[in-house]
């Protein structure tokens, strides 16, 4: 995950690469769903238009016990307004200092996603997609297909 500067330089040296969507552009820039909501300026980025709009609900959980097996772990799950739902389990790493370290807490995190995930979603191989990918295959199926084909989305298997 990137943020600040270095997101920004990404985004704006990917922007000459991603001419394969420009016929989509127009229909973004017209779309009047985006008309009554601040849109952010990036200076620089101005060939960018919004296509897609994700409100979410989070909630975030942590352990409350220190002698918990799973102490140390938080949990994120997002609601998208489509309904679409996805969980993130992240291991704070205070004091971790050696790679040994590293791989317990993966290993506590994958411990932790198989005791709450359902058996049935534990043996479907099916790549796990994000909000943005959902609302684009539902609400602009040309403009996701033109991000697969472009390599900036992989479909899912």
Same mark, same amino acid.
């Given at each position: 995950?990137?943020?600040?500067?270095?997101?920004?330089?990404?985004?704006?040296?990917?922007?000459?690469?991603?001419?394969?969507?420009?016929?989509?552009?127009?229909?973004? @820039?017209?779309?009047?769903?985006?008309?009554?909501?601040?849109?952010?300026?990036?200076?620089?980025?101005?060939?960018?238009?919004?296509?897609?709009?994700?409100?979410?609900?989070?909630?975030?959980?942590?352990?409350?016990?220190? +002698?918990?097996?799973?102490?140390?772990?938080?949990?994120?799950?997002? @609601?998208?307004?489509?309904?679409?739902?996805?969980?993130?389990?992240?291991?704070?790493?205070?004091?971790?200092?050696?790679?040994?370290? +590293?791989?317990?807490?993966?290993?506590?995190?994958?411990?932790?996603?198989?005791?709450?995930?359902?058996?049935?979603?534990?043996?479907?191989?099916?790549?796990?997609?994000?909000?943005?990918?959902?609302?684009?295959?539902?609400?602009?199926?040309?403009?996701?297909?033109?991000?697969?084909?472009?390599?900036?989305?992989?479909?899912?298997?």
């Amino acid at each position: 995950e990137l943020q600040g500067k270095a997101a920004k330089e990404l985004i704006l040296d990917m922007l000459p690469e991603v001419t394969a969507i420009e016929s989509i552009e127009l229909e973004c @820039k017209s779309n009047s769903k985006y008309s009554t909501h601040d849109i952010p300026y990036l200076e620089g980025g101005e060939q960018l238009v919004p296509f897609a709009r994700v409100e979410t609900f989070r909630t975030c959980w942590k352990a409350t016990s220190t +002698v918990n097996e799973f102490s140390g772990l938080k949990v994120d799950i997002d @609601k998208a307004d489509s309904g679409y739902m996805v969980g993130e389990v992240e291991a704070l790493c205070d004091g971790i200092s050696s790679q040994e370290d +590293v791989e317990n807490e993966k290993e506590k995190i994958r411990k932790f996603v198989d005791m709450i995930t359902r058996e049935s979603e534990r043996d479907n191989e099916a790549t796990t997609i994000g909000k943005l990918e959902f609302v684009l295959m539902k609400e602009s199926p040309d403009l996701y297909n033109a991000c697969v084909k472009a390599g900036v989305i992989h479909r899912p298997k």
